[in-house]
């Protein structure tokens, strides 16, 4: 737990862990393509995928991307912050596929930290890893605002 705003600062340039490695699943794909319409074959059809060119289905970027809002916080928190805004993304690469059944991990390195409209703006440098794959499956800053206690 970083201590505050203080300690946020503190903290800029620093890589501040990895989350646990999660299990990519077929549900999670399924569930995923429902939600947002993208029903892609190379995702959704099982027998199809096995015959494309990533030998089985894989997860849209779109979604190991979605997956920073639940593994960030398994990494780092800050105390008096009361309330945390996704605010935006800046430079997303998606250089390799998540396999159906691989696990994912994100790590994240804190960019910047600055004051912003009544809350602080954080950009986080964000690598997600798939376990033994050479390549991160997906690159991205992730920009948020985040709120303390008055």
Known sequence: MIDGLAGLKACVGQHLGYSEWLLVTQEMIDTFARATGDHQWIHVDVERAKSGPFGGPIAH???????????????????????GINYGTNKVRFPSPVPVNSELRIGVVLKEASEVANSVQTVLEATFEVRNAAKPACVAELVSRLYFAA
């Open 61 to 83: 970027g779109f979604l190991t991307l979605s997956l920073a809002p639940r593994l960030v916080p398994t990494i780092y928190g800050v105390t008096g912050v009361v309330m």
